[in-house]
């Protein structure tokens, strides 16, 4: 069923001439639904819209999750994708067969500032670069109440047994939720799976080559299964919100930002909904990477943003193309902060923070100022990730299901994606 936006979005993009009169066009958008693309999609386009006053944009938004992920691959293919959509980088990209759906933009006059760190995760085996990022570079730990720390005299975990003793304090001197999850919106339950990769990555350096190789397995690997068992462990604690099978990704925020929650495992592209929903507790937000097992490697596992993609079927290439031209600039980047604030370090070449940034990007940003402490999340070191991840960390997160078996079920998940994408070895 197609979702109708609120509300339509003036954009602009190159218009044509003809007898001497601009060409009006209409564009379509794709957005994801959470506020903070909604709110980059609609400043990004009035900007646009104010420098070429011609061309309109109508805006949709898609459900997030696997359903999202289906909506995005069905519409691919039948012909019927917006001009411009959102979409994530790295693996899940690699599923949509860019160099059959995607445009390429390494013509675009921009594109050499984009950082490559970026354009490796929306590029094909051939070079070709289909995405612009939508937003700064994200990254997955706990958001965590700072009011509450200050009050019980917490001190911010660097290991894993630390951050269970904290979660056993404020269940015994609070009536908050230790720790917030959020599984109506199952893609929330993946996120202490996912933002464990730099604890993985420490240990075994070479394991995502030889995951993608078919010579390592979650299961296999106690590294990489420990995430599976931190989920198992903070539900078998109770340490959960009572509502957490109910609760949305919204509720989660809200809830760590007013104190009814201390902990919520998330990417830290949600400062943005915490900064246009709950301005006055911006700051009562702080972040911390997912503790592992040893202090001295404490780090954070780097996610990069959604992009703006262009399907080959759009009639209005040239126009989406300017304006993705135009995302790439730090203007652009400018009219991003504007709209939802600044959650992290831009991609873009000549894109600067404010002084005045969110406590929980100051206290992100460290972890990028040593070297040592950041890893990319695995799905950008691979083209394997397999879709039923959302629903396995569920069934770990509400006690159906155990670790060992979680981690088991995964690796057949990962196994079907792989042979999808036609990959050596498996």
Known sequence: MKMKYLATTAIVGVAGLAGGQAVAEE??????NNIESIAISEALT??????HPDVTFSIEIRPGGTEGDNII????????????FLYNAGSLLQTLRPSRTLVPLNDLPNIGDVLESFTSTVSDSDGNIYGIPSQPAVVGGFFYNVPTYEELGLEVPKTWDAFMANNAEIAEKTDKAPLIQTYRDTWTSQIMVLADYYNVHTQNPDFAEKYTANEAK?????????????LQEAYEAGYFNEDFGAATYNDGLRMVATGEGVHYPMLTSA???IQQNHPDQLNDVGFFAQPGDDAEHNGVTVWMPTAFYIPKDSDHIDTAKDFLNFVATPEACDII???????????????????????????????????????PALEFLSPVKGPGLEQITVEVGTGIRDADSAAELYDRDVEKQAKQLRLPNW
């Open 46 to 51: 009035d900007a646009y819209t104010a420098m």
């Open 271 to 273: 400062i943005s909904a």
């Open 27 to 32: 564009l379509s958008v794709l957005s994801g």
């Open 337 to 375: 902060t504007d709209a939802v604030g600044a959650s992290g370090p831009y991609l873009v070449k000549g894109c600067t923070l404010p002084d005045d940034v969110p406590r929980a990007v100051s206290d992100m940003l460290p972890y990028f100022e040593e070297d040592g402490r950041t890893a």
């Open 218 to 230: 979650f299961a296999d690997t106690p590294a990489a299964k420990k995430g599976f068992e931190r």
């Open 73 to 84: 691959k069905t519409r691919l293919a039948t012909g019927e994708m917006p001009d411009i």
